[in-house]
Each structure stands twice: as C-alpha cells, then as structure tokens.
C-alpha cells in the first residue's frame, strides 16, 4: 500500500472491508508529456481535459509528475484529478489522493470531499462514504447537501436503506435542508429494500416541505 494512504485507512478500514488502492506503477505511463523539459504549469489545464473526459489514469500520472517534478498541485488541481476519478468510480485512488494532499500539506475543501465521497458512494462504498463524512466533521468542514446526497446515495447502492433513512433523518429541516434529491435517494433505498411503508412515508413527509414530487418519485415510491 503506498505510504500516503495509510493515514486515512484506519478509518476507512470499517471492519474487514478491504482497502487497496491502485498502484502508480500500474497506470499507463504518458512520458511523451514531460519529455524534453516540457513546462508543467500547463499540467492543470491537462488534468482539466482528462477530467472532462473521464480518464483517471493520465489525470493521476500527471499529478504525480508534478509532484515528482517540485511542482506542487493546488487544491483545484487535486479536485479536477479526484474528480475524474469519481468519474469512472475508482473509489480507491480517490481517497488516495485526498490522502496525498494531507502528506503534501495542500488542504482539501469541500469540493475535494464531495468528490471523494461521491467515488465511493459510486461504487457502493458505503462505509467509505460514512467515514469520510466523519473526517470532514473532524477536520471542521461543514458538509452541504451534495455531501449528504452523496452519502445517502452510497448507502443505497450498498443495501443500506436503514442508515440512508438514518442520515435523512438527522437533516430534517436543518441547514443544509434535504431536497428534492434527496428524497429521492431515500426512496430509491427504500424500493431496494422492499420496504414500502417507508417510501411512503417519505412522500408524505415531502408534503410537509415545500418540495413537490417529481416524476422520479412516484416511479421509486410505485416499485416499492
């Protein structure tokens, strides 16, 4: 495991789930772009385009080429190569480059987590999603909604209908409030789950809102 994930596996461990981040060495090797010298402060704009086009691998061999070549990313740069990760689900080397901005003393923000979070939540992670979520609160980032989705849709693909419940529970009519979207998450776990008592329930407390129902969530509150 490389170095710099191993802060954060303690508490992306969550019992025997298995952490293994993809290797560096295993990535295809793009040499063409930093031969001869070339200039890496256009490695942002590359990483950008890589992003746009969802392809994780050229966008991590870029960053590292930076860091190798005293370059140091910002946390933009780390945001659009985590994000091209989220992309394409690769929820391991996601976390492991929010790891990295840690060891490289570049502080992530919201952004960072929220893509972070959202590679996990992806691929089903949902311990992962859950976790991160409880660093963000220990490192004092406020989580808004895109986070809350984010995690409530990574307990869904998971099979956890009753913590996405949970965590929409604890919003309520907080800020940040639930949306629409929201909502839909919820009810989508709860058809997962077969649990229609509880979709409905969640429609009826939508009434109480401002929130209308959409088309999404009458089709998930039907299949329930």
């Known amino acids: 495991m490389p170095s710099t994930c191993k802060n954060l596996q303690p508490?992306?461990?969550?019992?025997?789930?298995?952490?293994?981040?993809?290797?560096?060495?295993?990535?295809?090797?793009?040499?063409?772009l930093f031969s001869g010298g070339s200039d890496l402060k256009n490695s942002a704009f590359?990483?950008?385009?890589?992003?746009?086009?969802?392809?994780?691998?050229?966008?991590?061999?870029?960053?590292?080429a930076m860091r190798k070549n005293d370059s140091i990313p910002d946390v933009i740069t780390y945001n659009v190569a985590i994000s091209a990760c989220e992309k394409r689900e690769q929820w391991q080397q996601a976390v492991c480059l929010l790891e990295s901005m840690h060891a490289s003393k570049v502080l992530p923000d919201i952004i960072t987590y929220n893509a972070a979070i959202s590679a996990c939540a992806k691929a089903g992670r949902w311990q992962e999603?859950?976790?991160?979520?409880?660093?963000m609160h220990k490192v004092g980032l406020v989580p808004n909604t895109i986070t809350y989705n984010a995690t409530i849709n990574g307990c869904k693909k998971g099979g956890q209908w009753q913590r996405a419940l949970h965590i929409l529970a604890k919003l309520g009519n907080t800020n940040p409030a639930p949306n629409i979207i929201?909502?839909?998450?919820?009810?989508?776990?709860?058809?997962?789950?077969?649990?229609?008592?509880?979709?409905?329930?969640?429609?009826?407390?939508?009434?109480?809102?401002?929130?209308?129902?959409?088309?999404?969530?009458?089709?998930?509150?039907?299949?329930?």
Do not use: H
């Not at 590359?46 to 590292?64: F, G, M, N, P, T």
């Not at 999603?129 to 660093?135: D, E, I, N, Q």
């Open 11 to 32: 508490l992306l461990a969550a019992g025997d789930v298995p952490f293994r981040p993809v290797p560096l060495s295993s990535l295809p090797r793009k040499q063409e």
């Open 46 to 64: 590359a990483i950008c385009d890589y992003r746009k086009s969802a392809q994780w691998q050229e966008a991590v061999v870029i960053l590292e």
């Open 129 to 135: 999603t859950l976790c991160l979520l409880a660093v």
């Open 182 to 224: 929201t909502y839909n998450i919820a009810i989508s776990a709860c058809e997962e789950g077969e649990n229609w008592q509880q979709a409905l329930a969640l429609m009826i407390m939508m009434q109480t809102t401002s929130l209308v129902p959409d088309l999404i969530t009458y089709n998930a509150a039907i299949s329930a």
